[in-house]
């Protein structure tokens, strides 16, 4: 158990490590939190720097959610006996760990991003199948209605729901995709809030399709 708990702690860490953040300072000291919606993970970075600079962001909190659930759990720690529950279980604690790291970074304040990208790393660390029904209903959405926020808290739910109905899925899979969509939900409740008033801003180009994003 101390093993699991340490892992969970190293997660946490390598997930406040924020993307926006780090390639910010970088960029000679850009803090993107000050710009657009306020939000330090791809789509504000998208918005207000452009598509290179969302590109690194995006590869950065990806690559973390990734290492933190295909690589970590598995790392024998020196001076430990691997007491873990198993690979599987360890692998949602971290996977979890890490976007409530990304979303409530240690190193800034614990004002990060929103989590999507970090747990889109996370699910290709442990079940890449499951990132085409989330990536499907993401995209389906945003195209239909233009809300980024509405497709992310719908993609994080489709991943829910085929990990519940999917025969013979794992109570440790199972149990990383409620809790990591529940996350995802809080995360974008000021967008539910905007999107009940009207005042959500709307994608009318997306960067999939080599055209910037903008807002209406």
């Not at 360890?90 to 890490?98: E, I, N, S």
């Not at 890449?128 to 499907?136: G, T």
């Not at 992310?152 to 085929?162: D, H, K, N, R, T």
Request: with cysteine; proline share 4%.
């Amino acid at each position: 158990m101390t093993s699991l708990i340490i892992k969970a702690v190293l997660a946490y860490l390598l997930g406040s490590l924020v993307g926006g953040l780090l390639v910010g300072r970088l960029r000679g000291g850009i803090d993107i939190r000050r710009l657009g919606s306020g939000n330090a993970g791809g789509t504000n970075a998208l918005r207000t720097q452009g598509k290179g600079f969302a590109f690194w962001v995006l590869l950065i909190d990806i690559g973390k959610g990734w290492l933190a659930t295909a690589a970590l759990p598995s790392v024998a720690l020196p001076g430990l006996a691997d007491a873990t529950p198993g690979l599987a279980w360890t692998a949602t604690v971290c996977g979890l760990a890490v976007i409530v790291g990304h979303v409530y970074p240690l190193w800034y304040g614990f004002r990060g991003g929103k989590g999507v990208a970090t747990l889109i790393g996370a699910v290709l660390g442990t079940a890449p199948v499951l990132l085409l029904p989330m990536l499907a209903v993401w995209l389906l959405t945003v195209l239909l209605t233009g809300y980024v926020g509405l497709g992310s808290m719908l993609g994080a739910a489709a991943l829910a729901a085929v990990a519940a109905a999917r025969p013979g899925m794992r109570a440790p899979l199972l149990t990383f995709g409620l809790l990591a969509a529940a996350l995802i939900v809080y995360t974008h409740r000021s967008n539910i809030g905007r999107m009940c008033c009207g005042t959500e801003p709307r994608a009318r180009r997306l960067w999939l399709f080599g055209t910037r994003a903008r807002s209406s």
